[in-house]
């Protein structure tokens, strides 16, 4: 007998409630979720619409725990992120070097932002995570493009992190709630985490109104002069993930480049890396998008494509990477 479970929902209803997590189970017909992955402009200033470019190991932190990854480029118009957000899953941001106050890149992040906000809020439930300068986009974009961050010293930093939170808030959290407490030991009490970044959010600016009411931050971490920053966040009522370290880096950027020499490496590292990977993409199978499995549509994903090997070059900061032209 079929039984058939109708749910009204009240439009009154807040985002918490909407993304209430018995309201969403994995769809087990489609165990193999679509990522988006956004481009970055090939020069720091973000002008440019083309060529476009990310790190092969955003693919492979993807890949690792099962998902497939679709390059979603800069510079197209909102329609273009629309269709492609209603066939995947979720959507990364990467790390890079982009002027997120006065960039193309930035313009085509609040659109697949504000969209992502408009599907959770119909209880379309599609998770967003930000690495690194994804991170710092979340921030900017929440405090309505004010720069919230300072400059900072944290480049080549392999750390620990504080969790600003008790063990029982802790595990109140969707990104630790089912984490193994190896996981969060390791995360307090060994340099598993590797940070390249010059901007920081300061302990105390997460204080700020809008950061506040949107975001919990969860932990912190020190750069080398003894500034306190944030360093993982997650949304109070969508699926939105930031971390301003790099997990990507540990088991996927081996050491070639003398400026990554404190890259942590170790099976610590590479755990809590895979932790990280895992989550996300167990998230991303909450969402009841499926990707069309036709001959067009699959010669868009990222198979399609050839990473050169940019860390023959010593001076690479990737060993590998995929460029868009």
């Known amino acids: 007998m079929l039984l058939i479970l109708i749910t009204?929902?009240?439009?009154y209803f807040t985002p918490s409630q909407l993304l209430e997590e018995s309201t969403f189970k994995v769809?087990?017909?489609?165990?193999?979720?679509?990522?988006g992955i956004l481009t970055l402009p090939d020069d720091d200033t973000g002008n440019r619409t083309s060529p476009s470019n990310f790190p092969a190991s955003y693919v492979k932190f993807i890949e690792s725990a099962g998902a497939r990854v679709l390059p979603v480029f800069i510079g197209r118009d909102e329609d273009y992120y629309k269709s492609i957000m209603n066939i995947t899953n979720g959507m990364l941001f990467t790390g890079g070097s982009t002027n997120l106050r006065?960039?193309?890149y930035t313009s085509t992040a609040s659109i697949i932002w504000s969209y992502a906000l408009q599907l959770n809020q119909a209880g379309d439930y599609y998770p967003l995570w930000g690495t690194c300068q994804g991170f710092e986009l979340f921030l900017y974009l929440v405090s309505d493009q004010q720069w919230p961050l300072v400059s900072c010293s944290a480049i080549n930093l392999a750390g620990k992190v504080t969790f600003l939170l008790d063990d029982k808030q802790l595990k109140e959290t969707k990104l630790f709630k089912n984490a193994p407490n190896s996981i969060i030991k390791a995360l307090a009490n060994d340099p598993v985490t590797f940070n390249w970044h010059d901007w920081c959010l300061p302990v105390g600016y997460m204080y700020l109104p809008k950061l506040q009411a949107f975001f919990t931050a969860m932990s912190k971490s020190v750069d080398y002069k003894g500034?306190?920053?944030i360093s993982m966040i997650e949304a109070k009522d969508f699926p939105f993930y930031g971390v301003q370290f790099h997990p990507e880096k540990p088991?996927?950027?081996p050491v070639i480049?003398?400026?990554y020499t404190n890259t942590p490496q170790t099976l610590e590292a590479i755990l809590v890396s895979q932790y990280f990977s895992n989550f996300f993409i167990s998230e991303t199978r909450k969402s009841h998008h499926i990707y069309p499995e036709t001959e067009y549509y699959r010669s868009q994903l990222i198979y399609n494509y050839c990473p050169q090997y940019t860390g023959i070059?010593?001076?690479a900061s990737n060993v590998e990477t995929y460029y868009f032209y």
């Open 227 to 229: 500034l306190e920053f």
């Open 102 to 104: 006065d960039s193309i």
């Open 27 to 35: 769809n087990s017909n489609y165990n193999r979720p679509v990522i």
């Open 8 to 11: 009204l929902i009240s439009v």
């Open 251 to 253: 088991p996927y950027e």
């Open 257 to 259: 480049n003398p400026r």
């Open 313 to 315: 070059n010593a001076s």
